[in-house]
């Protein structure tokens, strides 16, 4: 029984095998028919088709033998060469170096950067009367540029003397010529924004701002926004301000036109608008002014370093006593304005204060500058002064530990803190500009909107 298991398996295993082979023969059978009748089909189909490529093919070339040509013949004139051409000219290869002066610049350092080397050109320029008034008017920030060869041969020199002067040295036959020309600018809006990480000119800095831009915002919002103290690490701010363009290429920054601040959270928004006088007045964009009758600090920018208050330990006297004004921290020298119209009451040195300022103002209210380093010129006693005029300068006179200014504020003979007085507000839309007004405020609103909802940060 053992013995015949294994043979009773090996049979039923052929059987198997063989009916699978025979099923596997008849499917192969079955699937080289399909074949066969689809390669019918697709040669059937495919004879319309060749026999449009054929029609195409023995199609009679006759439509283009039949046709018409005629020649014309026209004579062109050629432009006359101005000059010659002259074989023994050679072509020298030229270069254009771009550059801006730099604080510390000489007229020698930079020509030496502009590759300008060669002696004649150097003689030229510091001998003529008119190519000599770039000595004389090497300011940072001015653009120049020339063209020279390899070997810093001069061909032409341009330099910004002012916002809308240049002067141009240019190689000629007989040597070198100067001449000054003043430039029609192109105005239009420059649209900038940034963030605030330490301080606002940093800022500014970051974000390719001109500094006197900077200090126009701080201006313009010191109303509503205490930049010594305010300022927050993530505030933002959006700025549209004048550029003047020579030649695509920005040569000066004019006013603020609109400006939009983000403090802590809260936004301030300003717009510019031009008053009879033609200067430009900042408000709401619902017309209320930003503009206050008083500036909230003499100073362009600082920071508090002794506040108000009816007790203050005395760093020199070394007791209590009250402190009634506020002391700005600031180099000496920095320039102090006055805090808004008003005619000299004093000028001097008096006690403690050291040199100081008293300005008498309208409806009772006097001002005090102290521990000046020195005067503004020509300030008198009886002179008028108007808001942000530079009366002085910060120092350390009288009784004090370092330099800076000690600021008062008085209403009818009594102190005031400087910092949180109600300073009262003017330059009122007068009835006939409002239609104007409100244009301009939809206009520059827009902008700043769109500046702050989109990533772009610069648009020049």
């Known amino acids: 029984m053992d013995i015949n298991e294994p043979q009773h398996h090996q049979s039923t295993q052929s059987v198997i095998l063989t009916q699978n082979v025979n099923k596997a023969e008849g499917k192969l059978q079955r699937l080289s028919e399909r074949k066969i009748k689809l390669r019918w089909i697709l040669a059937i189909s495919c004879l319309p088709l060749f026999g449009i490529y054929t029609a195409f093919g023995i199609a009679p ?27 023994e000219v050679s072509l020298v290869e030229k270069f254009w170096y771009k550059d801006h002066v730099r604080r510390d610049d000489t007229l020698q350092s930079i020509l030496a950067r502009l590759n300008v080397r060669n002696r004649d050109a150097l003689e030229f320029i ?12 090497i300011i940072p920030g001015r653009q120049i540029k020339s063209e020279t060869d390899a070997d810093g041969n001069l061909y032409q020199l341009e330099y910004q003397i002012s916002s809308d002067k240049f002067l141009t040295i240019t190689k000629t036959d007989d040597g070198y010529e100067a001449y000054q020309d003043d430039r029609i600018l192109e105005v239009r809006p420059v649209l900038k924004s940034a963030k605030i990480n330490s301080s606002l000119f940093g800022a500014t800095d970051s974000a390719n701002i001109p500094d006197h831009i900077a200090i126009q915002l701080a201006d313009i919002f010191e109303s509503e926004i205490n930049f010594h103290t305010d300022l927050r690490r993530g505030d933002r701010f959006n700025v549209i301000y004048e550029g003047s363009y020579d ?11 609109a400006a939009e601040f983000v403090n802590n959270g809260k936004i301030y928004r300003a717009v510019g608008f031009r008053d009879s006088n033609n200067q430009m007045q900042y408000y709401t964009p619902e017309g209320k002014s930003m503009h206050k009758s008083f500036l909230r600090s003499p100073l362009e920018f600082s920071r508090v370093s002794s506040g108000f208050s009816a007790a203050r330990f005395h760093p020199v006297l070394q007791r209590m006593r009250a402190h009634k004004g506020v002391d700005f921290a600031a180099p000496t020298g920095t320039r102090i304005k006055a805090s808004a119209d008003g005619v000299v009451d004093f000028v001097g040195t008096k006690g403690g204060y050291g040199n100081v300022i008293v300005l008498k103002h309208t409806n009772g209210v006097s001002t005090v500058y102290g521990h000046l380093s020195r005067f503004a ?29 000690h600021y008062e504020f008085l209403i009818n003979g009594k102190h005031q803190d400087p910092m949180k007085v109600a300073l009262p507000k003017t330059n009122i839309i007068q009835n ?6 409100e244009v301009t405020s939809n206009q520059m609103t827009a902008q700043l909107r769109l500046l702050g909802t989109s990533n772009i940060a610069a648009l020049e």
């Open 61 to 87: 070339q006759t439509l283009t033998t039949n046709i018409a040509t005629t020649m014309v013949v026209e004579e062109l004139a050629l432009p006359d060469l101005e000059q010659p051409l002259n074989d």
């Open 126 to 137: 510091r001998s003529d009367n008119t190519a000599s008034e770039i000595a004389r008017a």
């Open 247 to 257: 030649q695509g290429e920005l040569v000066k920054s004019g006013d603020v036109l």
């Open 377 to 405: 010129p020509e300030l008198r006693r009886g002179a008028k002064v108007t808001q942000g005029q530079m009366i002085g300068f910060v120092g350390m006179s009288g009784v004090a530990t370092g330099p800076h200014l």
């Open 432 to 437: 006939g500009n409002r239609a104007q007004f």
